[in-house]
């Protein structure tokens, strides 16, 4: 059996952003990145699928974008995957999710990947297309949102998160692809001797030039950060006075008491 896991590095959350020079997209200074959350979901699956099995499966992580990337590919290599293949591209951020979905498709076509997990989204950009796009590329069938994951005889059994925290049982025969919710499992953390190992493991480096061959659909124009808005106002003393004056404010300031 073959895997394969794509792998997004995204800024820590916790960062301050600031819009870049060109004003598409967020400055890198001083910036912690991140391999992206949902992402860690789909390599701890996919390990656990590896031990599940004997340690049969072969996991690969595909992982597009700029050198810093690699730092992501090595967690990634240290959690259990075996091999790596980083899609260089130092522009990775100006690539819609569609040109993203053909670069890993050009690529995968022609592996025979059994199963394949991605992130139900990236935190930065945050679209939830690149995986569904990829799987219409290569004809997989496909499940989104998956809490809950099995796998006997060839067959993927999994469950979903719906709206209003309804669950869904779907059942999709391999070649299929996942992409990977909050709650499937517990992302392990990597050990020193898995870190040691991890340095060994190859990792294939292709430019991005050989797989994209598509055309941007969607262009990002603008990034900014949100407009400020005023200060609120806290209410102190009595609670009949601070009614009384909520009210007032309410009446002057809103239309929720016209």
């Known amino acids: 059996m073959k895997i394969l896991v794509c792998v997004k590095q995204v800024p820590d959350m916790e960062s301050r952003f600031r819009p870049d020079a060109a004003g598409v997209w967020y400055a890198e200074t001083d910036l912690a990145f991140r391999v992206n959350e949902y992402d860690e979901y789909a390599i701890e699956q996919a390990v656990l699928l590896k031990e599940q099995l004997g340690g049969e499966p072969e996991i690969t992580l595909l992982s597009v974008g700029p050198d810093r990337v690699v730092e992501a590919i090595k967690k990634g290599l240290a959690m259990?995957?075996?091999?790596?293949?980083?899609?260089?591209?130092?522009?990775?951020?100006?690539?819609?999710?569609?040109?993203?979905?053909?670069?890993?498709?050009?690529?995968?076509?022609?592996?025979?990947?059994?199963?394949?997990?991605?992130?139900?989204?990236?935190?930065?950009?945050?679209?939830?297309?690149?995986?569904?796009?990829?799987?219409?590329?290569?004809?997989?069938?496909?499940?989104?949102?998956?809490?809950?994951?099995?796998?006997?005889?060839?067959?993927?059994?999994?469950?979903?998160?719906?709206?209003?925290?309804?669950?869904?049982?779907?059942?999709?025969?391999?070649?299929?692809?996942?992409?990977?919710?909050?709650?499937?499992?517990?992302?392990?953390?990597?050990?020193?001797?898995?870190?040691?190992?991890?340095?060994?493991?190859e990792v294939n480096v292709i430019p991005v030039e050989q797989l994209l061959k598509q055309e941007a659909r969607l262009v990002l124009t603008r990034f900014r950060a949100p407009a400020k808005k005023g200060g609120g106002v806290v209410l102190e003393g009595d609670v009949a006075d601070q009614v009384d004056r909520l009210i007032g404010i309410l009446k002057d300031k809103t239309a929720v008491l016209r």
């Open 80 to 201: 259990g995957a075996d091999r790596a293949v980083h899609v260089q591209d130092p522009a990775s951020h100006l690539k819609d999710p569609f040109q993203i979905a053909s670069i890993i498709a050009a690529y995968a076509r022609g592996e025979g990947f059994d199963l394949i997990f991605t992130g139900m989204q990236s935190l930065d950009r945050g679209s939830s297309q690149v995986g569904v796009a990829l799987a219409e590329m290569l004809g997989y069938p496909c499940a989104t949102t998956v809490v809950g994951f099995e796998y006997a005889d060839g067959t993927v059994t999994v469950k979903r998160e719906l709206e209003g925290g309804v669950k869904g049982m779907v059942r999709l025969t391999a070649p299929a692809l996942v992409t990977c919710q909050l709650g499937l499992n517990q992302p392990r953390y990597p050990t020193l001797p898995n870190i040691m190992k991890a340095k060994k493991k």
